[in-house]
């Protein structure tokens, strides 16, 4: 991927601290130049979805109005890429802004225009459609295909998701379990043991309208963005949250559906490698754990770190929106306060330009080298960590440690158990030139990927031709265990 007018410095954003210094330096975005984008490459297309928070609630009219973007920019002298010398509102030429709504189910589409600001709202693809206009040299699209009060636990729930129990206390503090649904279940929930009744409406309705409006529009692409032939899905912004912090089971099931959603855009955009940015609500606060919308931004943060990094690659960014905002809350939509719209925008977008540049990727580091001297670079969209070509189930950063091919089907698995009493023996390999890569060894005793642990080993090690190291690592387990499982793990130092 391209980058233009970015300088890679080891200072891009790490949230809060330097926040401040983000809104200085987007608000030092360069005017736009008014051409179009080089339209022999294929659209970067970059997809927001959530509820109401990402809808257009900013006011833009009202020169004397604190709060609004007239007062941010021509009062305030804010965001000056934002007005052209004669003192109108620029127009980009390189970046599509395209907006659907489902309403009573069929597709609405109330924007189709090249990005400006037109009408007296705006949200925060004005910002998003800036940063990543000004950084890339391809054509951009802003697609967004959103509603307002939906929550990820029901309406958005993704494919693949499955159905839990949750307990709920009642007033009298006496516990009730209700069944939550899995993806195309319904109603939203039941009392267990009683019989579900369907009602007009299933868990993921919500994904499934916003997902297929944005593939009719993808369908129909030089309608969308005139000239255009291709295009490719590079990355997914997520500002939601509200509808959620509404219900305990929801708000405790937040990390695990938002990595599925990840997972399932990647998927039905046939963007196995897309980046991912969150951003957390207004109100929330980073050091705030106990409160619904603070578990969320939790879930959002931790979906971002390197608890998830073989799972999902190391490209999900998150943004914490907190210090951005300018008051109010995600369920007053900030009062329709412009500057929140704009700043939260403009963050996000400069996540997004983070997140495509790999800020681990330096060409001369081990697992460069090796990436460029195993892939083509027409292969980019199969190179990265996380992707699987030879669907093996090991992806690449794993092959790298372990020093099998990527391309070729692995005929064992990535690490080998044997079971003698109470003694597991594990065996794995370790590259040697993966000089950048800790290869460590996780158990669990469930599949779900929140609850794997380290393994302390000290394996003996044998080496082998071609610089690779067998591992031989021994343990002791107690005799009433029935199940638990292994995995290698790989991240990078
Ligand atoms: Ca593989
Ligand atoms: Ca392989």
């Known amino acids: 991927m391209k980058i233009k007018n970015i300088k890679k410095t080891s200072c891009l954003l790490t949230s809060l601290v330097l926040s401040t210094n983000i809104i200085t330096k987007a608000q030092q975005l360069p005017d736009p130049d008014g051409l179009p984008a080089d339209m022999t490459k294929p659209v970067k297309v970059f997809i927001i979805m959530g ?5 257009e609630f900013g006011n833009v009219a009202g020169i004397t109005t604190d709060g609004t973007l007239e007062h941010a920019t021509k009062t305030e002298n804010l965001y000056p890429f934002m007005i052209d010398n004669a003192g109108n509102w620029t127009t980009r030429q390189d970046v599509r802004n395209v907006s659907a709504m489902e309403r009573r189910g069929s597709m609405n589409v109330y924007r189709n225009d090249w990005l400006t600001v037109s009408g007296n709202k705006i949200g925060i693809e004005i910002g998003i459609g800036h940063q990543l206009g000004n950084a890339l040299n391809e054509p951009v699209m802003i697609l967004k295909s959103s509603i307002g009060n939906r929550a990820l636990g029901w309406d958005l729930l993704p494919p693949g998701s499955r159905q839990y129990e949750f307990d709920i206390p009642d007033s009298s503090g006496n516990n009730t379990t209700y069944v939550f649904p899995g993806y195309k279940g319904s109603p939203e929930k039941w009392v267990k043991g009683t019989e579900p ?4 409406w299933y868990a993921g309705l919500q994904y499934d309208a916003d997902t297929r409006n944005a593939k009719t529009i993808l369908s129909e692409l030089d309608k969308y963005y005139p000239g255009a032939t291709n295009y490719e899905v590079a990355g997914f912004l997520w500002w939601q949250g509200d509808r959620d912090s509404r219900s305990p089971a929801h708000t405790a099931m937040y990390e695990k559906n938002l990595v599925q959603l990840i997972k399932s855009l990647r998927t039905d955009f046939n963007a196995p490698n897309a980046a991912f940015v969150t951003a957390s609500l207004g109100q929330s606060l980073e050091n705030d754990s106990t409160s619904n919308h603070g578990k969320i931004l939790q879930a959002m943060k931790s979906a971002a770190s390197d608890k998830y990094q073989q799972e999902l690659g190391d490209n999900i960014g998150f943004v914490y929106t907190n210090p951005l905002s300018k008051g109010g809350t995600s369920g007053g939509h ?12 403009l963050a996000m977008g400069k996540e997004m330009i983070k997140q495509l540049e790999g800020d681990t990727a330096d060409p001369n580091s081990a697992i460069e080298i090796w990436r460029k001297e195993t892939f083509t670079p027409n292969e980019a969209a199969i190179s990265g960590n996380a992707a699987d070509p030879d669907k093996d189930g090991i992806k ?20 080998q158990l044997e079971k003698t009493g109470n003694t597991i023996t594990l065996t794995y390999n370790k590259n040697n030139n993966a000089t950048d890569i800790d290869l460590s060894v996780e158990y669990s005793f469930g599949l779900e990927s929140s609850s794997w642990n380290l393994l302390s080993t000290n394996p003996v090690i044998t080496p082998t031709p071609g610089n690779v190291d067998q591992m031989k690592a021994t343990i002791t387990v107690p005799s009433s265990e029935k199940t638990r499982f292994y995995r290698l793990k790989a991240s990078m130092k």
Request: charged residues 10%.
């Open 197 to 200: 009744v369907p009602i007009g």
């Open 51 to 55: 509820q109401s928070n990402t809808l």
């Open 334 to 345: 900030y009062n329709g306060n412009a500057q929140t719209y704009m700043n939260v925008g």
């Open 396 to 415: 690449n950063i794993i092959e790298y440690a372990i020093g099998t091919d990527p391309k070729v089907k692995n005929t064992t698995d990535a690490i």
